[in-house]
Antibody
Framework: VQLVESGGGLVKPGGSLRLSCAASGFTFSDSYMSWIRQAPGKGLEWISYISSGGSYSNYADSVKGRFTVSRDNAKNSVFLEMNSLRAEDTAVYYC?????????????WGQGTLVTVSS | DIQMTQSPSSLSTSVGDRVTITCRASQNISTYLNWYQQKPGKSPDLLIYAASRLRSGVPSRFSGSGSGAVFTLAIGSLQAEDFAVYYCQQSFTTPFTFGPGTRLEIK
């Protein structure tokens, strides 16, 4: 299983950014995917998941209405569209395979991509 | 939202020691509790899921227990590679909140 995030960078407050996560080594279209972030020197914050087919998604209150998760199963990729970015969105963003069923857990994580929101 | 707490927040220990980390949820989460290990500069790794199920490939010195609202991660005979930050996470309901982490440091 391999997950590779990209798209991070420096953006001004109020700006937008689109993160991508390329997956390989497993049947992507069967898997839920989640995004988790980690502010510098801080703990982990789950922010969103998307179902295997893309029909269902859920967000943390801290990003609801500003972030949108989507996926392209033909390209084995999941995306996080981030709008109206704030300084407090500065973090390393990880995508993770989200195992669902009777048990729920994040069993594979990417290396992360850093988003810095600053003027 | 379900709040997760961990104790201690940090622990200074030695190779060979046995350590226990406690995670508490603000409500009953059955066994929807996972443990992750994060080493400096790396992404988190899943250690234990469903409170007590050891992920394949994780050394047997790691074990998890608990149900309801109180959980423990035990590491028997610490090895040098175990010094890291450990996070619990509830997967009972969204948002899937994490605990604040427990840092294991070398004494």
């Amino acid at each position: 299983v391999q997950l590779v995030e990209s798209g991070g960078g420096l953006v001004k407050p109020g700006g937008s950014l689109r993160l991508s996560c390329a997956a390989s080594g497993f049947t992507f279209s069967d898997s839920y995917m989640s995004w988790i972030r980690q502010a510098p020197g801080k703990g982990l914050e789950w922010i969103s998941y998307i179902s295997s087919g893309g029909s269902y998604s859920n967000y943390a209150d801290s990003v609801k209405g500003r972030f949108t998760v989507s996926r392209d199963n033909a390209k084995n990729s999941v995306f996080l569209e981030m709008n109206s970015l704030r300084a407090e969105d500065t973090a390393v963003y990880y995508c993770a395979r989200d195992r669902r069923g009777r048990l729920n857990y994040l069993d594979s994580w990417g290396q992360g991509t850093l988003v810095t929101v600053s003027s | 939202d379900i709040q997760m707490t961990q104790s201690p927040s940090s622990l200074s220990t030695s190779v060979g020691d046995r350590v226990t980390i406690t995670c508490r949820a603000s409500q009953n989460i059955s066994t929807y509790l996972n443990w992750y290990q994060q080493k400096p500069g790396k992404s988190p790794d899943l250690l234990i899921y469903a409170a007590s199920r050891l992920r394949s490939g994780v050394p047997s010195r790691f074990s998890g227990s608990g149900s309801g609202a109180v959980f423990t991660l035990a590491i028997g005979s610490l090895q040098a590679e175990d010094f890291a930050v450990y996070y619990c996470q509830q997967s009972f309901t969204t948002p899937f909140t994490f605990g604040p982490g427990t840092r294991l440091e070398i004494k």
